[in-house]
């Protein structure tokens, strides 16, 4: 008898904990942000039920999924999303999200920042849109502009299937994230809007961007100071202006980038396909990067190497190096197709290999450029008689 009242206390005690603690972890609750006040009609503030839905999906534990639904539209003025969360959190952002006009902009914040958040998913489900509304900045080349999605101190973050266009600025940054895919994000902007990056990253590692198609006015890919392990796999890219590491070194600072990898990727009139650059007085380094097969259709500066050089200055550079060119096929808008103008202190390690890259008009011939570039051509068109050993 003592021995069952024992045991009946005993789990009258222990088995609602357990419980709980079987309940961390395994849990997936619901936060819709219609649930919280949101309207969405596409003109109503819906920035405040946005706020509420995600403080409560933050706050729960185990696994939250905060649903933006489909089929609606949504107009917020600054959103933050921001950790650390007990949950691990999914956002379905499947509904259409629209930025105010300029005028109504919040400050020339980010439309929507992401910061301090572990494992967070991100999905459109191919429904999903953010819409920036740039054009009303377009026109003031002076403004500070903001970006729509900025991505800061997020780890193991997963983003697929989701539109974004007409951002103000760069769609999205990549800022001291390490971990992070992309997959299936189309942006689009037009060609002649300003400084629309498609995704501009900094002090990020790990990063990779694949089966995504970037039409802007501005890098398709700008990977900026601070950054390593960076990869684009089938990626289309154009109209814009390729992908770009740098520029670095501006306003005589020490910017770093290693290990980029750009594969399969195919660029469309674009003003540049792989590009380097740096600017004049700057220090640091960009290694350790490959672009490997790569089409090209009607591109200006389908390789280039862009340090700006001027014997008149003699001055400090970014050292470019352990650079590789592998697979280029396709067409060149102008006769030079490559193009490796390094500063004098030169850049080592440059290797070219099976490119075929042709004019894309009949008849022309294409070629190629060296300055104190150093390294390795084999088996390219246009033939590259100009590197140094
Ligand atoms: C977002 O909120 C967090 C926490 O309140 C804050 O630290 C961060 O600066 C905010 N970010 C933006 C872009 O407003
Ligand atoms: C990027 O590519 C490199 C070289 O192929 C590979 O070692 C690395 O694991 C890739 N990283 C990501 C995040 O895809
Ligand atoms: C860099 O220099 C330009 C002028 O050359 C200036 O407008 C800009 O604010 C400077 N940026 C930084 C980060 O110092
Ligand atoms: C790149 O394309 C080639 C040829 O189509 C294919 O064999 C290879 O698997 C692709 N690699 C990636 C990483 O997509």
């Known amino acids: 008898m003592q021995g069952f009242i024992i045991y009946v206390l005993f789990f009258s005690f222990i088995s609602p904990c357990l419980c709980t603690r079987l309940n961390v972890g395994t849990t997936n609750d619901i936060y819709n942000v219609m649930q919280y006040g949101a309207i969405g009609d596409g003109k109503s503030d819906d920035t405040q039920a946005f706020s509420k839905a995600w403080s409560s999906a933050c706050t729960s534990s185990g696994m939250s999924t905060l649903v933006i639904p489909s089929e609606k539209s949504f107009m917020v003025t600054r959103v933050n999303f921001s950790g650390p969360c007990n949950a691990k959190i999914l956002i379905q952002m499947e509904g259409r999200i629209v930025a105010p006009s300029k005028e109504d902009w919040k400050g020339a914040a980010n439309l929507i920042s992401m910061e301090y958040l572990n494992g967070l998913i991100v999905d459109g489900n191919g429904h999903g849109e953010v819409y920036g509304n740039g054009a009303t900045w377009w026109k003031c080349r002076t403004c500070f502009r903001p970006g729509v999605l900025f991505f800061h101190a997020c780890n193991g973050l997963n983003v697929r299937n989701l539109k974004i266009s007409d951002s103000p600025k760069t769609h999205v940054y990549v800022n001291q994230c390490d971990g992070a895919t992309f997959t299936r994000v189309s942006i689009n902007s037009p060609a002649t809007s300003p400084n629309t990056d498609g995704f501009g990253i900094s002090y990020s590692t790990n990063i990779l961007i694949q089966d995504s198609d970037i039409k802007s006015g501005d890098d398709c890919i700008a990977v900026n100071d601070g950054s390593t392990f960076i990869n684009a796999t089938r990626v ?53 990067i490959s672009f490997e097969q790569i089409i090209l259709v009607n591109v200006k500066n389908p390789i280039i190497i862009d340090q700006k050089y001027d014997p008149a200055i003699r001055d400090t550079s970014v050292l470019v190096s352990s650079v590789t060119y592998r697979g280029f096929t396709g067409t060149s808008a102008t006769d030079v197709a490559i193009d490796l103008d390094c500063s004098s202190s030169g850049c080592y390690g440059i290797v070219l290999d099976e490119n075929n890259i042709v004019s894309a008009q009949p008849g022309k011939k294409t070629s190629a450029f060296c300055r104190n570039a150093h390294g390795a051509a084999t088996h390219t068109i246009p033939n590259v008689l100009c590197l140094s050993k």
């Open 236 to 288: 289309t890219c154009g109209p814009g202006h390729g992908i770009s590491v740098g520029s670095l070194g501006r306003n005589r600072t020490t910017e770093k980038v290693s290990d980029v990898h750009v594969r399969n990727c195919t660029f469309t009139g674009t003003a540049n396909g792989a590009r380097i650059k740096t600017v004049e007085g700057g220090s640091g380094y960009a290694k350790q």
